[in-house]
């Protein structure tokens, strides 16, 4: 069970606080805006020699409601930049974290 509502979700993904306005876009659908957190973490692989491979880890944070639809191949555009998703994760809390890749 989530310890916040719907009050403190609107905050949260409100563009006037921490959120981003993205354009998603389901194969064969219509586009349509959602809101969220985008995230793109730097992460340092070990392959086992003496130097690591760096890469992004872009992934895009909303309502489960917001992309109930979402699935691999779906393109979503943040910041200007159009992304593939990759990986779909509902938390089961009504927050779902879309992987995605440039």
């Known amino acids: 069970?989530?310890?916040e509502?719907?009050?403190e979700r609107a905050i949260?993904?409100?563009?006037?606080?921490?959120?981003?306005?993205a354009t998603y876009t389901p194969a064969?659908?219509?586009?349509?805006t959602v809101n969220g957190i985008f995230d793109k973490d730097y992460?340092?692989?070990d392959l086992g020699g003496s130097v690591g491979i760096g890469s992004n880890d872009p992934r895009f944070i909303c309502l489960t409601s917001d992309v109930?639809?979402?699935a691999n191949?779906?393109?979503i555009v943040v910041r200007s930049?159009?992304?593939i998703i990759r990986q779909v994760e509902d938390d089961g809390t009504g927050l779902t974290t879309l992987g995605l890749e440039s």
């Not at 949260?12 to 306005?21: C, G, I, L, M, R």
């Open 28 to 32: 064969g659908g219509s586009a349509a």
């Open 81 to 83: 930049v159009t992304y």
């Open 43 to 45: 992460a340092l692989a």
């Open 68 to 70: 109930s639809s979402a």
């Open 5 to 7: 509502g719907a009050t």
């Open 12 to 21: 949260f993904f409100s563009t006037s606080d921490f959120a981003d306005a």
């Open 1 to 3: 069970m989530a310890v």
């Open 73 to 75: 191949g779906d393109q």
